[in-house]
C-alpha cells in the first residue's frame, strides 16, 4: 500500500512559521504558523513516522526494537507484519480476511493506494510460487534503467565484476564522469538481490573524494558485468530442517596496498536463505591474518546479535546460539581464549565477542577456506569461483 501525500499527516511540535500564501488576504507583516507539517521541512519524515507509528499501536501492533519500520500483532494465533518505508507498507499475514481488514483500518486513517498482491517493491521485482514454498528478487528493469540513464545499453558484457588481483591508486587526475552518482546506484542494486557485486562496489567506493579515469573504467565494468547477469535474482526457498540463524565471516589482510588495512566481509542466512552481506575495509591496520580475521569476526557477531533480536521481535528465535563459521583457527583460538597473549593489543571493542561466547549467544565454528562463504566478500575472484559461491549464497538465473 502507498500513502497519498504522507508528509501532511504529521503534527508539528516545534514553532514554524511561512509567509502568507499568494491570494490570501492578510494585514501587512502577517505571517503564518504552521499547525501542520509540510513537505520540504526537515522536520516531516520525522513527524510523518510518529503519526503513523501512534496509528499502528492504537490496533494493536508492537514495533520492533531493532527495526523501527517493522511492526507485528500476534492475537489468538492470528499473525500480521506491517514493514514500513517512508510512505510505502508491505503487509503480509497467514490469513487473507486479517489483511483486508487491517487495509480498511489504516485507509480510514489515510488515503491510501491499495496496490494489491505485491509483485514489485522498492525497485525489486518478487516473484513466489506459495505451494512449492519459493520465492525470488530481481532488479532487471531496475538495471535496465541504469544502463539507460549512464549510456551503457550497448557495452559488452564480461564474466566477472572485477579482475582478478586489481589494485587501483589514489593518485592521478580527477574524471568529470559522474562516478559518485554511477556508484551510488550500483550500490542500491547490490543491497537489495546482487550480493555477488558487494565487494567491488566497496572496493570502489574508496576513490570517490578524487575519482580518475581509471577508476571510471572500473567502475563501468561491474556496469558491464550486471548487464550481462541482470536477469539473476535472490531466490528464497523454504528449508524445514535449516538452523534459523547461521552466519560465515572472513577477512582478506593487509589487501589495500596504501595503507595496508584490511577486508572484512560475512553473510548470514535465516533458515537457510541469505538476508544480509557486508564487505567493509577495517579501519585499524592488524598485524596478523589472524588478528584480521578477529576484527572481521568482532563486526560479524555485532550483526548476529542484531539479527537474533528481529527474529525476537518476530516470534522466531532459537534458544540455541548462533553458529558463526570462520576459517581461520588462530582467531578462533584468539576469541575462545581470554588469556591469549597475541590479543592483548587489540581494541577492547572487539572483544565483546569473546562475552557473547561466553554468555552463549554465539558459537564460533571452523569450516575449510573453500568452504567459506564469506570469500565473495573480500576479494576479487575468478567466475568459476564467483559462480560456485554465488549459487551457494543463493543466486541463480
Not at 160 to 188: C, I, V
Not at 233 to 242: F, G, I, P, T
Request: charged fraction near 25%; proline fraction near 3%; include cysteine.
Amino acid at each position: 500500500m502507498d500513502v497519498k501525500t504522507a508528509f501532511l499527516y504529521g503534527e508539528l511540535k516545534e514553532d514554524i512559521y511561512m509567509a502568507v500564501p499568494d491570494g490570501v488576504k492578510a494585514p501587512s507583516n502577517t505571517v503564518c504558523k504552521l499547525l501542520k507539517s509540510l513537505y520540504g521541512l526537515k522536520q516531516s519524515p520525522r513527524c510523518w513516522n510518529e503519526k503513523f507509528n501512534e496509528k499502528l499501536l492504537k490496533l494493536g501492533f508492537v514495533r520492533s526494537r531493532h527495526d523501527y519500520c517493522l511492526y507485528t500483532r500476534i492475537q489468538d494465533g492470528d499473525e500480521i507484519y506491517v514493514v514500513l518505508y517512508v510512505d510505502d507498507l508491505l503487509i503480509c499475514g497467514r490469513k487473507p480476511e486479517t489483511i483486508v481488514k487491517l487495509k480498511q483500518q489504516l485507509t480510514a486513517m489515510f488515503a491510501m493506494t491499495d496496490c494489491g498482491e505485491v509483485t514489485h517493491f522498492l525497485g525489486m521485482r518478487l516473484d513466489y510460487d506459495v505451494r512449492r514454498g519459493r520465492m525470488r528478487l530481481s532488479q532487471e528493469a531496475n538495471v535496465e534503467k541504469l544502463l539507460t540513464r549512464f549510456e551503457m545499453v550497448d557495452c559488452n558484457p564480461v564474466k566477472t565484476p572485477m579482475e582478478k588481483g586489481l589494485q587501483l591508486a589514489r593518485a592521478g587526475d580527477p574524471t568529470a564522469h559522474p562516478y559518485r552518482e554511477l556508484l551510488g546506484s550500483l550500490m542500491y542494486v547490490m543491497l537489495c538481490t546482487r550480493p555477488d557485486i558487494c565487494y567491488s562496489v566497496g572496493f570502489l567506493g574508496r576513490f570517490q573524494q578524487k575519482p580518475t579515469t581509471q577508476h571510471w573504467q572500473s567502475l563501468k565494468r561491474v556496469v558491464r558485468f550486471i548487464k550481462g547477469t541482470k536477469a539473476r535474482c535472490l531466490e528464497y526457498k523454504q528449508v524445514r530442517s535449516a538452523k534459523p540463524l547461521v552466519g560465515y565471516v572472513d577477512a582478506d589482510w593487509a589487501s589495500d596496498i596504501e595503507d595496508r588495512k584490511s577486508v572484512s566481509g560475512f553473510a548470514f542466512f535465516v533458515f537457510g536463505n541469505l538476508v544480509s552481506w557486508s564487505s567493509k575495509k577495517q579501519t585499524t591496520v592488524a598485524t596478523s591474518s589472524s588478528e584480521a580475521e578477529y576484527i572481521a569476526l568482532s563486526s560479524a557477531v555485532s550483526e548476529a546479535v542484531w539479527l537474533s533480536g528481529i527474529l525476537d521481535d518476530l516470534k522466531l528465535k532459537n534458544s540455541s546460539p548462533v553458529t558463526i563459521y570462520e576459517d581461520n583457527q588462530g582467531c578462533i583460538g584468539m576469541a575462545k581464549n581470554c588469556e591469549s597473549k597475541r590479543s592483548k593489543h587489540i581494541d577492547v571493542k572487539h572483544h565483546f565477542v569473546r562475552d557473547h561466547i561466553s554468555n552463549g549467544n554465539v558459537r564460533i565454528e571452523y569450516v575449510r577456506t573453500e568452504d567459506q562463504l564469506a570469500d565473495l566478500f573480500t576479494k576479487p575472484m575468478d567466475a568459476g569461483r564467483l559462480g560456485q559461491l554465488g549459487r551457494r549464497l543463493g543466486i541463480s538465473d
